[in-house]
């Protein structure tokens, strides 16, 4: 998905440039040419990213600042101005900007700090994913390729532990002890079971649950074409 992002530019030249130029790198971009629209674009779930001049009509970009940090958003922003004075550059990180760029600038300085903003910002993914078997634990849903996988509270959990440890080898008293949460009656013999329906329902992923005898199970891709 495209990087959504605001840039708050007055001076109309320039804002037209800024936004072609940075819709041209795949963003997308809601252009606002003063303060309070600006203070108004960042409630709510708002952008990923704010790019702000800080000399606006209505308010300057230090009073947007500030207000989006009153409200406790977490929304990284990128102040422009063409004052290079070391005390404005301080004022703007001390009121809650993340980054700072001082006019003029090149176009590429600009677009590499936007996604290094976005990069540090970006909630951590909960998705797990090993050849065609994925696992979203925000949504709770699994699926193989584009089909559903309809699991158990215990077979989700002894799947989502050995993606977790892909490549590596886990004992059955690991896994027990990853899915207890679910119940205190999990025996080696039930993850022998859980283990078994797994390898079934996964069947044709391109991936593969292999047994290593006196140690456990070891999650790997499969070489050649899925269910190969």
Do not use: C
Not at 14 to 24: C, E, F, T, V, Y
Not at 156 to 183: M, N, T
């Amino acid at each position: 998905m495209a990087l959504q992002l605001l840039l708050v530019e007055d001076d109309p030249v320039l804002a037209d440039g800024l936004s072609r130029a940075l819709q041209a790198q795949g963003m997308h971009v809601i252009l606002v040419r003063d303060g309070l629209t600006a203070d108004s674009a960042l409630q709510g779930s708002g952008p990923e990213v704010a790019v702000l001049d800080i000399g606006l009509p209505g308010i300057d970009g230090f009073e947007v600042v500030r207000r989006l940090r009153a409200r406790g958003s977490a929304t990284p922003v990128l102040l422009l101005t063409a004052r290079d004075a070391v005390e404005d550059r301080v004022r703007g990180l001390e009121t809650g900007a993340d980054d700072y760029l001082v006019k003029p600038f090149a176009t590429a300085e600009l677009v590499a700090r936007i996604r290094a903003l976005a990069r540090r910002h970006a909630p951590p993914s909960t998705v797990l994913a090993l050849g065609g078997v994925s696992l979203d634990s925000a949504t709770r849903r699994a699926r193989v390729g584009e089909r559903p996988l309809e699991l158990s509270v215990r077979e989700w959990g002894v799947l989502e532990y050995l993606l977790q440890h892909a490549g590596r080898v886990v004992s059955k008293q690991q896994i027990i002890d990853a899915i207890l949460p679910w119940g205190d009656d999990v025996t080696p013999n039930a993850v022998e079971v859980y283990v078994s329906r797994l390898r079934l329902k996964i069947d044709g992923a391109g991936v593969a649950i292999r047994t290593i005898r006196g140690f456990g199970y070891l999650l790997e891709a499969e070489a050649g074409p899925a269910g190969g």
